[in-house]
């Protein structure tokens, strides 16, 4: 047996000016990673030197990725750089998988440093597709902006790397292994896990298992259909939902990780997930969910398709927490949505009396107020909710709060959705993006629209649409100031507040991860009367839409007809 210790190189680089991270860390297209020389190596270099040397050393790291084209050849590079960074530990899922929430649950559990996650989230695989990849830091949560900007400045001046270009691992075998490295006292270490196994056992202090087992076994058995839609949701979806809590095996579809998501979008909305909305239809299955490439997002449907917008998904949870053990016991100490989603949520925290925050999006701005001890749920408009139990948005865990509710309540999807509109009012809400719109095309429109709306004189406009009449009351672009550390993030997402509650807002989305800029239109509209509350979205919409075209110009600046995607 050779027992030589593995050299360690320094590789001499240069740096690429386009590697600054966004909410969702580095996103490209996957052949910008393979193509480009030193790119993948490079960016891993900044994130390890963004790491005080002191706290680098000897410390434990968790590697997770979707499962999509290229993850297995970065996860070896990741290694053998951490290893000749003078990382002591990596604890890495199973043939690589896990997904986001299962490393913020891991990063937690041993206390590492942080973690890196291999994955675009819902964007699409394969050679043609995207990669990414993100850095959570020891929270379990998404870098904060410090952190973002120490990689960039990092990557701007980087010269080198270091690497341990013949250290092999099998992430196949599950169990500890060992490496003698140059110029390292101690071993280098690579513990394989089972990619399940630590997150089900959270899940199991968090819910009534029984209760959820109860209800998908029982005499009036609910009969559920899970979409992993080939992403790293099937490993856990087969584990939990069917092996552990006793739902039929044909329950999960599209279960088997794939490089490239079966040449599907790996994206939990109407538009994308169409096999899970067509088995739905049908009225053979109670619950159906559609989860992301990496666990994190999520959509509901009830019998017969009845679809949960994500905004009324995370304020009907949170009217029903205390169906869920974890929150009896701790109880709730706030809730907090993302500026985009709708203000359903705010009307739960105004009748529940307790605080509201209203964040920009990406959810490191929820892990601040977790960690501080403000908030317990969460949840944001692009599919994704989660709560104190890790510092991620969590796919499973909104269908197990979902299981909790209707397993006390005993009543549908349906029915539990339309009570909470009874009670609380309904929020119409809806998105149109425009995707791959030119960078310059999309920033001009934004500069110029935001002129438009702070100019003194919109705050008296009135737009009358049909038989609507629109008043402005706020206008701004959202900057939030964080009440934890008092942080202040500007240039959020331009608003319009109509004196009615409607709202209008228009964001630039940074995780595309493909050319061009994407721009994001939300409108939402109040609607109290209980009559009033079964119209078609798009119908009630309508008029604040055709304002929003209108003030924007973005058919016209942008050379479109109309949005890729309406969710």
């Not at 998501?261 to 169409?274: E, K, S, W």
């Not at 053979?284 to 559609?290: C, H, R």
């Not at 197990?400 to 349906?414: D, F, G, N, P």
Request: hydrophobic content about 40%.
């Amino acid at each position: 047996m050779d027992t030589t210790p593995i050299p360690v190189l320094t590789v001499q680089t240069n740096p690429y000016d386009d590697q600054r991270p966004g909410a969702s860390g580095l996103r490209k297209k996957t052949a910008v990673f393979e193509s480009k020389r030193n790119y993948l190596q490079n960016y891993i270099q900044s994130v390890l030197s963004s790491i005080d040397l002191r706290d680098r050393q000897g410390c434990t790291m968790v590697v997770g990725s979707d499962g999509r084209y290229f993850s297995r050849t970065a996860t070896e590079i990741v290694v053998q750089m951490a290893a000749a960074n003078g990382i002591g530990r990596l604890v890495i899922g199973h043939n690589g998988i896990l997904s986001t929430p299962a490393v913020s649950c891991i990063i937690r559990k041993i206390k590492a440093i942080g973690g890196i996650v291999l994955t675009a989230s819902h964007n699409p695989g394969g050679p043609g597709g995207d990669f990414g990849i993100k850095f959570n830091v020891a929270n379990g949560g998404p870098s904060p902006d410090t952190v973002m900007d120490r990689i960039h400045q990092v990557s701007r001046t980087l010269e080198e790397f270091a690497i341990c270009p013949d250290l092999r691992i099998d992430l196949s075998r599950l169990g500890r292994q060992e490496f003698d490295l140059e110029n390292k006292f101690k071993p280098f270490r690579v513990e394989i896990v089972d990619s399940v196994e630590v997150y089900l056992n959270m899940l199991r202090g968090l819910f009534d298992f029984g209760a959820i087992k109860g209800l998908l076994t029982g005499p009036d058995q609910l009969k559920i259909r899970m979409d992993a839609m080939h992403g790293v949701m099937g490993p856990y979806v087969r584990r939990i939902l069917c092996d552990e809590l006793g739902a039929p095996a044909n329950s999960a579809v599209n279960c088997v990780p794939l490089e490239d998501f079966g040449g599907q979008h790996p994206n939990p909305t109407l538009t994308h997930a169409t096999g899970l909305v067509e088995s739905m239809k049908g009225g053979d299955f109670g619950l159906g969910a559609a989860f992301d490439a990496d666990g994190d997002r999520y959509m509901i449907l009830g019998q017969n398709g009845f679809f949960v917008s994500p905004s009324d998904s995370v304020a009907v949870l949170a009217a029903n927490l205390s169906c869920i053990p974890h929150f009896r016991q701790t109880g709730l100490r706030g809730l907090a949505r993302s500026m985009p989603t709708s203000t359903a949520l705010d009307r739960v925290a105004k009748a529940l009396k307790v605080a509201l925050y209203e964040t920009p999006t990406g959810w490191r701005f929820f892990g601040n107020l977790m960690d501080s001890g403000r908030c317990s749920l969460c949840g944001e408009e692009s599919f994704g909710t989660g709560s104190d139990h890790v510092r991620e948005k969590d796919g499973l865990w909104s269908v197990l709060a979902w299981l909790s509710v209707m397993a006390v309540r005993k009543q549908s999807v349906e029915e539990i959705v339309r009570e909470h509109w009874a009670k609380m009012g309904r929020n119409y809400f809806c998105r149109f993006d425009y995707e791959g719109v030119d960078p310059r095309a999309a920033f001009y429109l934004m500069r110029d629209l935001e002129g438009v709306i702070q100019d003194k004189a919109f705050l008296t406009q009135k737009f009358a649409v049909g038989n609507n009449v629109y008043s402005v009351e706020k206008a701004d672009n959202f900057e939030y100031i964080d009440p934890v550390d008092g942080s202040v993030t500007r240039n959020q997402g331009l608003r319009i507040i109509f004196t009615d509650a409607s709202r209008l807002i228009f964001r630039l989305s940074g995780t595309s991860g493909g050319a061009g800029a994407t721009i994001r239109i939300y409108a939402e509209s109040y609607e109290r009367d209980p009559e009033r509350q079964n119209r078609e979205t798009q119908v009630v919409l309508g008029p604040l839409i055709a304002i929003a075209l209108k003030i924007s110009d973005i058919h016209e600046r942008t050379g479109r007809r109309g949005p890729n995607v309406i969710t």
